[in-house]
């Protein structure tokens, strides 16, 4: 099985030192770039993460596009993260991940 993290899952299991649970659950482990540079960046911030260095396992992978079959489904996505899940994103990066997906780049209603 394979896996694709994010900074926190795997910032937070550097911090308890349980880093190595990834592979032996999932076998292979991928991250986009911008986990690697925020990780690096949370290191270098956060007293709590001084020192942690990120796993070399994972595999690093520069996402410059989504799925073209995800780009119609994108914003009524990012509307339900928004009011359902409370998950809260500029619109900067709102607008950047809909010309990822190829898909509108018209605001919602939302915002």
Request: proline fraction near 5%; charged fraction near 15%; glycine fraction near 6%.
């Amino acid at each position: 099985m394979t896996v694709v993290t994010d900074t926190s899952a795997i910032l937070n299991l550097c911090l308890l030192g349980l880093e190595d649970v990834l592979p032996t659950l999932f076998g292979e482990t991928h991250a986009p770039g911008a986990v690697l540079d925020e990780f690096v960046r949370l290191t270098k911030v956060d007293p709590r993460f001084t020192g942690l260095v990120f796993p070399d396992f994972i595999a690093i992978h520069n996402v410059t596009r989504i799925h073209p079959s995800l780009a119609t489904h994108l914003s009524p996505y990012l509307d339900r993260l928004q009011t359902e899940a409370r998950f809260w994103f500029t619109k900067t990066l709102r607008l950047q991940v809909l010309r990822l997906g190829g898909g509108t780049t018209v605001q919602s209603h939302s915002q």
